[in-house]
């Protein structure tokens, strides 16, 4: 069975680059079906889609700062998003979609605090 | 952008009871919509996708419907393990974002 798990530090600090890896395991990341991508999720707050494997088309309001990119030979994949503030704190969640479909695996989400 | 609402915002509803939850999007989505389920401190977790297929173990009660920009997700009759938060999300273009709504709050009456 599929199953991701984010890692990362948890505590950010201002203008740095938050760097997060989603381990994958039960599967494989180079399946064609599949994207993998992050979704985040400020405390108290709702969803938020952050992008996915399948473009360079990222979350618009996060503009040119996240960049996801798969690692096949480590079979995981990662997100980096860069000059981050306050506003960037949230639950991050790496997750699977399928091609056509909805986000149908998660990992269980990594608290990030951005803070100095 | 595409804009994602959701209405009501909390409904609240007792056991048994039939459930409407509905999702607009600001311009046409097609199908390309889903419907997650999220309780407190847990992952969301998939329940439709292309806006009526339901997921693979999700219970029959659920069933989702609509296309272009107006959607529904019903349940037919409430269970305990149903009282959650739900959220659609729109999957239509990358170049838009993929837009989840603002959520829906089911809890008890």
């Known amino acids: 069975q599929l199953q991701l798990q984010e890692s990362g530090p948890g505590l950010v600090k201002p203008s740095e680059t938050l760097s997060l890896t989603c381990i994958v395991s039960?599967?494989?990341?180079?399946?064609?079906?599949?994207?993998w991508g992050w979704i985040r999720q400020p405390p108290g707050k709702g969803l938020e889609w952050i992008g996915d494997?399948?473009?360079?088309y990222y979350n618009p309001s996060l503009k040119s700062r996240v960049t996801i990119s798969v690692d096949t030979s480590k079979n995981q994949f990662s997100l980096k998003l860069s000059s981050v503030t306050a506003a960037d704190t949230a639950m991050y969640y790496c997750?699977?979609?399928?091609?056509?479909?909805?986000?149908?695996?998660w990992g269980q989400g990594t608290t990030v605090t951005v803070s100095s | 952008d595409i804009q994602m609402t959701q209405s009501p915002s909390t409904l609240s509803a007792s056991v048994g009871d039939r459930v409407t939850i509905t999702c607009r999007a600001s311009?046409?989505?097609?199908?390309?919509l889903a419907w997650y389920q999220q309780k407190p401190g847990k992952a969301p977790k998939l329940l439709i996708s292309?806006?009526?297929s339901l997921e693979s173990g999700v219970p029959s009660r659920f069933s989702g419907s609509g296309s272009g920009t107006e959607f529904t997700l019903t349940i037919s009759s409430l269970e305990p393990d149903d009282f959650a938060t739900y959220y659609c999300?729109?999957?239509?273009?990358?170049?838009?974002?993929?837009?989840f709504g603002p959520g829906t709050k089911v809890d008890i009456k």
């Open positions: 997750a699977r979609r399928p091609v056509g479909y909805g986000t149908d695996v």
């Open positions: 039960g599967g494989s990341v180079s399946s064609s079906n599949y994207y």
């Open positions: 494997s399948g473009s360079t």
């Open positions: 311009q046409s989505v097609s199908r390309w």
């Open positions: 292309k806006a009526s």
């Open positions: 999300q729109q999957y239509n273009s990358y170049s838009e974002g993929f837009t």
